[in-house]
């Protein structure tokens, strides 16, 4: 059984900076690509970045492209997102996905 655990979510003050981790376990995390997601308040759930199986190749949608950096260590099964330059606009709840399988998501709040 798929589960994934995020966590690292929190209050920052714009243009500051977080990175989320989500702990995976019940499959080959190694064998999967992975993405993040996010849903802003009264807005559609967003996909913004995705890894594939090793590592070795990236995507970062536009709204965070050049702020938001993903990776993995397949080693601790866990995927990460390393944000810099948060904006108000950032605000939301952040989920790890394998496929269309997400954790609980942790949230996100960039607020002066």
């Known amino acids: 059984q798929v589960h994934l655990v995020e966590s690292g979510g929190g209050l920052v003050q714009p243009g500051g900076s977080l990175t989320l981790s989500c702990v995976a376990s019940?499959?080959?995390?190694?064998?999967?690509?992975m993405s993040w997601a996010r849903q802003a308040p009264g807005k559609e759930f967003e996909w913004i970045a995705d890894i594939d199986p090793t590592g070795s190749s990236t995507n970062v949608e536009n709204p965070v492209l050049g702020r938001f950096t993903i990776s993995r260590d397949n080693a601790v099964n866990t995927l990460y997102l390393q944000m810099t330059n948060l904006k108000p606009e950032d605000t939301g709840v952040y989920y790890c996905?394998?496929?269309?399988?997400r954790g609980q998501g942790t949230r996100v709040t960039v607020s002066s």
């Open positions: 019940g499959f080959t995390f190694s064998g999967y690509g």
């Open positions: 996905m394998r496929g269309n399988e």
